[in-house]
């Protein structure tokens, strides 16, 4: 079935600095789905991609769906406290049900 | 806003016991869901909902059942519960068919089987 991988894990970030997460999936996307989940809170929609390369931003969130459909990232310029928590991708195949990878969970230095 | 409400924050179960967990949706949403949660597993599925008496297997069906008299109302079943089903239990809905709308998501259950 399909799967959708997220790296890293884990991700330490000092405040102020900048990070990447990354999502691959086994098999061409129709869409994928970011999602934040605070501490002890659940999943809060972020945002939707749908084209091939398609860039979307958040102030400093960019989002990123590659060329192929089989892969995706976010990014986070200038990390602050209030980033931390677990980002989760979720991707769709078959406009069907949609596959949620392991997430990242962030944590931040003051 | 949507308001996905389940209706216990924390449960602690016997093994064997009959569990139900109850998800409540005020938007009018034709969709919904239950995964489950868990450390370095992400979110999985486990049943799905796209109207009323309808449900749909999702990825690990086992040892679960649903329920969805009424279209607010989706109601997961854990008919003998198992210490293996102890987790964080989320439920969600969407307003159409298909994955072209995100997923609002209820505050969880975290349930444990003893």
């Known amino acids: 079935g399909q799967q959708v991988m997220q790296i890293p894990q884990y991700q330490h970030v000092q405040e102020g600095e900048d990070f990447t997460t990354y999502c691959n999936s086994s098999t061409t996307l129709s869409n994928i789905q970011w999602y934040k989940q605070r501490p002890g809170g659940h999943p809060v929609f972020l945002i939707q991609l749908v084209k091939s390369g398609e860039v979307k931003k958040q102030k400093r969130l960019t989002f990123q769906f590659g060329e192929a459909k089989k892969n995706s990232s976010l990014h986070i310029t200038a990390t602050q406290t209030t980033d931390v928590g677990t980002y989760f991708c979720a991707g769709s195949s078959n406009d069907y049900k949609l596959s949620f990878g392991a997430g990242t969970t962030v944590t931040v230095r003051a | 806003d949507v308001k996905v409400t389940q209706s216990s924050r924390y449960l602690v179960k016997r093994t064997g016991e009959k569990v139900f967990l109850e998800c409540v949706q005020d938007?009018?949403?034709?969709?919904m869901f239950w995964y489950r949660q868990d450390p370095g597993l992400g979110l999985r599925l486990i049943y799905f909902s796209y109207d009323v008496k309808m449900k749909e297997k999702g990825d690990i069906p086992e040892g679960y059942s649903v329920s969805r008299e009424k279209k607010e109302r989706f109601s997961l079943i854990l008919e003998s519960a198992s210490t293996n089903q102890t987790s964080m239990y989320l439920c969600?809905?969407?307003?159409?068919?298909?994955?072209?709308?995100?997923?609002?998501f209820g505050s969880g259950t975290r349930l444990t089987v003893v």
């Open positions: 938007m009018d949403h034709e969709n």
């Open positions: 969600a809905s969407t307003p159409g068919t298909g994955t072209n709308y995100g997923y609002t």
